[in-house]
């Protein structure tokens, strides 16, 4: 059971570029979230699934876009990557109205 | 809409000193909630919850809070703290109900512990 997973765990991208950040869970929960941690801000919602083929705009969605095919699997994605962007982005699952689970987190960079 | 506010940005304690680490929230119904601990470079983890009953709750590694409903507060505290504690921690808010069930956190408090 290895929980929450994420992918990359470091990534350095150029303004512009594109990219997809991986969330994976194998505890069977319906909720997923993407959040980005930024100092002095705590996390911010970005985006939020209640189940698979559902996303919801969170507190900071612009420039972000999100995926649920699989139950198990919540894709964010940068389509042109800005250096505003530069954070640490953490994916979180949830079972109903338990407590999230976090994941590692992954470290971004656009320069 | 929720909100989360913990005052103290850092606090530095010495070793085996008590500590307590404030929280305040916004909601207008019965809130749910958590105070997570981060490590550096760490994802978050779960320190201890309330959602009803008992107002002090207990939580891993020695730590309990105190849910005030008339102070819209939930402090953390140790007794004890040890040179481990040092991480940042958040505390968060959540509804029973309203889309997606979210969390909203505070900016965090850095604890550093002197030895």
């Known amino acids: 059971n290895a929980g929450v997973t994420q992918t990359p765990k470091f990534r350095v991208l150029k303004t512009g570029q594109s990219m997809t950040l991986l969330c994976a869970q194998d505890m069977n929960h319906e909720y997923m979230y993407w959040y980005r941690q930024d100092p002095g801000m705590g996390l911010r919602l970005i985006h939020y699934?209640?189940?698979?083929?559902?996303?919801a705009k969170g507190e900071v969605p612009d420039g972000y876009n999100v995926s649920r095919l699989k139950k198990q699997n919540f894709l964010l994605g940068l389509e042109s990557a800005a250096p505003s962007q530069t954070s640490v982005y953490f994916c979180?699952?949830?079972?109903?109205?338990?407590?999230?689970?976090f994941g590692p987190g992954t470290r971004l960079t656009v320069t | 809409a929720q909100s989360v506010t913990q005052p103290d940005i850092h606090i530095t304690v010495s070793e085996g000193a008590s500590l307590e680490l404030r929280c305040n929230y916004s909601?207008?119904?019965?809130?749910?909630l958590f105070w997570y601990v981060q490590s550096p470079g760490q994802g978050l983890q779960l320190l201890l919850k309330?959602?009803?009953?008992?107002?002090l709750v207990q939580g891993i590694k020695g730590f309990e809070a105190e849910f005030k409903r008339s102070q819209s507060s939930f402090n953390l505290r140790k007794p004890s703290v040890h040179w481990s504690d040092a991480a940042e921690y958040f505390c968060a808010v959540g509804a029973f109900a309203g889309a997606g069930n979210m969390l909203t956190f505070g900016g965090g408090t850095r604890l550093m512990v002197k030895p």
């Open positions: 309330y959602f009803s009953g008992d107002t």
């Open positions: 909601y207008g119904a019965t809130p749910y």
């Open positions: 979180a699952s949830k079972l109903d109205h338990y407590e999230q689970y």
């Open positions: 699934s209640v189940g698979e083929g559902t996303t």
